[in-house]
């Protein structure tokens, strides 16, 4: 692995007593190094810290103890070396795809023809030629989240953070999705951090995935994914070391151990 893009030291996170509602510890004691260029998933219970912990890495929340390191910065504020996609996409409903794709470019102060110029290319990744003038509610679910990948990538971010982001779709779209995001990943050798609920997403995409367990939320395993690349979509069903790869991850997350020695993959 080349050097990290992010040093997370002895990081908790704890939110606030507010009215009847007591201190909450969302993340405990949370050591991590992320790789540059790597895709790492990350996957736990709902309420596990997970969306906090990519809250962090993007500067959205400070750590309540330890620091988030970046480019020798510790705990620094959000910036356009980071960007954010959603599972609810959002887009700008009043903007066309091509205003929403430049929409982070505004805060750079490029001429306008370099701007179209970076706004058609990603465009072009993302397959919607001929969709530039559409607005959202034109799109299927599957375009607008090839709209908010396109928003994010954009502004050149070295690390682009995923919350959930094909959560709204089914699950072919969600497949070809995936398939997607894995050349446009390898395409671009940006950073990615992906939280998700799915065992077999995370396992299809990534180099190494995280697993959380909850109350207090905190890592359980970091799990290696040494798939070769590229994957090829029918290894999600064919490939016994992704079925196995998939069960361990199961084995975790339903009794907290790791071994795997069952006949059958039983992940979701
Ligand atoms: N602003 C907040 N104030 C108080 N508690 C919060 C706040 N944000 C999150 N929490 C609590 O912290 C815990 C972790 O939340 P987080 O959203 O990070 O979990 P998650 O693993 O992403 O969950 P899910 O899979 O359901 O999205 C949850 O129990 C949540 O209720």
Not at 3 to 32: C, M, N, W
Not at 192 to 218: Q, Y
Not at 233 to 252: G, H, M, S, V, Y
Request: with cysteine.
């Amino acid at each position: 692995m080349s050097h990290a893009v992010f040093q997370l030291d002895g990081i908790t996170k704890t939110y606030p007593a507010t009215g009847a509602e007591e201190a909450f510890v969302a993340l405990s004691r949370v050591d991590l190094d992320i790789a540059k260029g790597e895709f790492l998933s990350i996957i736990g219970p709902s309420g596990c810290g997970k969306t906090t912990l990519l809250n962090l890495l993007a500067g959205f929340l400070k750590p309540s103890t330890g620091t988030v390191w970046r480019s020798g910065l510790a705990n620094p504020a959000p910036g356009p070396d980071r960007t954010m996609m959603f599972q609810d996409y959002a887009l700008y409903p009043w903007m066309t795809v091509a205003e929403n794709v430049g929409f982070g470019l505004l805060a750079k102060s490029l001429p306008r023809r370099e701007r179209d110029e970076i706004v058609r290319h990603f465009i072009r990744l993302v397959r919607l030629q001929g969709f530039e003038d559409k607005y959202p509610d034109q799109l299927s679910g599957g375009m607008r989240q090839r709209v908010s990948i396109a928003r994010a990538l954009a502004p050149d971010p070295a690390v682009v953070l995923m919350d959930e982001p094909f959560g709204a779709l089914d699950s072919l779209t969600r497949d070809e999705m995936q398939e997607e995001l894995l050349s446009i990943w390898a395409e671009t050798g940006k950073t990615f951090v992906l939280v998700t609920h799915s065992i077999d997403e995370a396992v299809f995409l990534s180099d190494r995935v995280i697993a959380m367990s909850a109350k207090p939320g905190r890592i359980q395993t970091v799990l290696d994914i040494p798939l070769a690349r590229p994957r090829r979509p029918d290894i999600r069903t064919r490939d016994a070391d992704f079925l196995e790869l998939k069960q361990t991850i199961f084995d975790l997350l339903h009794h907290g151990r790791g071994a795997s020695h069952g006949p059958s993959a039983g992940g979701h």
